[in-house]
Structure formats: C-alpha cells, structure tokens
C-alpha cells in the first residue's frame, strides 16, 4: 500500500494539475487529508475572522491513474477512514440555511473520544462518529472549479454515504483522471444545514481502478445496500430531477425494461436524499437497493 502525505493540496480540481503521485489501476492508497480549514483551527483562540480564505477545502493530490482515459472512469473504493483527534463545528452570516438570521460567525470545537467512538460535544452529549469525505473527485472538463463546489466531476458534494464500504465511479475528462479527496467529517447530518460537518483531519484508504470502458456523466454511488447517482446543480429540484432521470435512463438500457415501469417501481422502491444544501451546487443522490436492481438484472 502506498503512503500519500497532505503535504501536496490542490484547491481546485484542474486538467492542467501537476500529478503529486501515479498509481497504477488497482493500486491502494492511504491519504492524509487536511481539514477543510487547512488546520488553521486548533483552539478557540484562533478565530474563524482570522482565517486565510484561499487556504479552504484543500483536497490531497491529484493522483494519477494509470489506464483511466477521458471519457471512460474512475473506480474509487473506500477500504478504511481514520479520524483525528478533534473536529471543528462552524456557522455564520448568510452561511448555510439559518445564516439569515445570524450576525455574527459561531464556533464549536469538538474532541473525539476514540475509545468509545464518539464526536464530545458537551458533558452531557456524545453523537457517533460517522466518518465520511465531504469533497472527492477527478479534474474536470473545462476550467478548474473549486473544491468547494460540487458537480459532474464530484468535487464538495458532501454526501454522508461516501463512507467505509462505498464505492464510488467518476467520469474521467482527462487521461489520468488526476483524482483528489479531502473535507473529512467525523460526523455530518443530511444536508449540511449549517455550512459545516464535524470537520477534521484523517486518512482515507481507497483503491483506484480504471474503467475506461464504461461511461456515464456523473458520479456513481454504490454501497453495501444500494446503488445509485449523485448529482449537483443550482436547485434542490434540479439536482433532484437529473439524478432520477439519470438512474432510470441507466437502469432501462442495461435492462431493456421500459422507464414507465421503472418509474412506478422507484417510486416505491428507491430514495432521494439530500447530501447538502449550502454549496454553490445543491447535490442529491438517488438510490435504489441492490435487491431489487438484482431482480431486474440490472449491472454496469
């Protein structure tokens, strides 16, 4: 297994970036991943004011993928997450959902008990540590964008699910794929309401496997139960609507059953979910379990 350090970030996913690492296709890499705020924050001292806003939601990489080629795409496996020792909470201003109703920034740190597996609020509360990475990806098409913005090419999609056990396939636009992850959470709610996870450093393990031959515009999700689409855009609605087209036109041409009826079948069967709802890009999932996938016949 090879070692990758944060010592190399990128803060936009870009076709043009240097590779930090090359890999070849089904290589395991543990990555050490910084905190969104590029640890600036280790006590209530420093403030989230005094922050350098160009050093936000660094990603480790780009790694290079040997066999990925544009057009086709990359595998990503999750095989492990390690977390740090404490994570930071953040809200603000016209930040997040709430953030017309505040004045003023609002900071909560919190350690981790990794005896008991647990993110410390307070002495009277404890919540699970569920560890997932909020921002991973691949270069883009056309201009870099910034790793705090979702889209096709993944980037801060903060989907909770993205977690030990996933698996998770994008559309590579350059040879090489150069992929990146970052924006550890120990733990983060559906939608990210606040603007902010538990963030915190860690490693994520992942194994990299080329897939030129298989093609699709958008993220791939697959996890123990389910599988599905994630997908970004300007509106909840909109996010909503191209990840239930995307499934559905998928799962008909790999089956041959007509959408009618797999619309029906969905609408009983499957679930949107809202990943977050505070980036530039709303980003929503849907996903349908693997059982009922299997009854169609449906495989990549």
């Known amino acids: 297994m090879i070692e990758l350090s944060d010592e190399k970030v990128l803060f936009a996913f870009s076709k043009d970036a240097e590779p930090v690492l090359t890999v070849d296709s089904g290589e395991t890499v543990r990555i050490h ?161 606040g603007v902010s996870g538990a963030e915190i450093d860690g490693y994520a393990t992942v194994t990299l496997t080329a897939e030129p031959d298989l093609k699709f515009d958008t993220p791939l999700f697959e996890d123990a139960d389910n599988f599905g689409v994630i997908y970004s855009a300007p509106t909840l609605d909109e996010a909503a609507d191209g990840a239930v087209h995307r499934l559905v036109d998928l799962v008909a041409d790999r089956t041959g059953r007509e959408p009618a009826e797999l619309v029906q079948l969905f609408s009983i069967a ?10 530039p890009l709303r980003t929503v999932r849907f996903t349908v379990p693997k059982h009922v996938l299997d009854a169609l016949g449906f495989a990549l």
């Not at 921002?135 to 909770?160: K, R």
């Not at 499957?270 to 980036?279: E, F, K, L, P």
């Open 33 to 193: 991943a910084q905190d969104c705020f590029s640890n600036q924050i280790q006590s209530y001292e420093d403030t989230i004011d005094g922050l350098d806003w160009d050093r936000v939601n660094p990603a480790t990489g780009p790694i290079y993928v040997k066999g990925t080629k544009k057009g086709g795409m990359l595998k990503v496996h999750i095989d492990a997450m390690e977390v740090g020792k404490q994570g930071i909470c953040c809200t603000g201003k016209e930040e997040g959902v709430y953030g017309d109703k505040l004045d003023d920034w609002a900071m909560h740190i919190v350690p981790i008990d990794h005896e008991t597996n647990e993110v410390v609020w307070d002495d009277k509360l404890r919540l699970p540590v569920k560890p997932m990475i909020g921002v991973i990806g691949v270069a883009p098409a056309g201009d870099p964008v910034s790793c705090g913005t979702p889209d096709v090419h993944g980037g801060n999609m903060d989907n909770n699910q993205i977690t030990t056990g996933a698996t998770i396939w994008f559309p590579v636009n350059v040879d090489g794929a150069l992929f990146g992850l970052g924006d550890m959470h120990a733990a983060m709610g559906d939608g990210e309401v």
């Open 270 to 279: 499957a679930n949107v979910g809202v990943c977050q709802m505070v980036d």
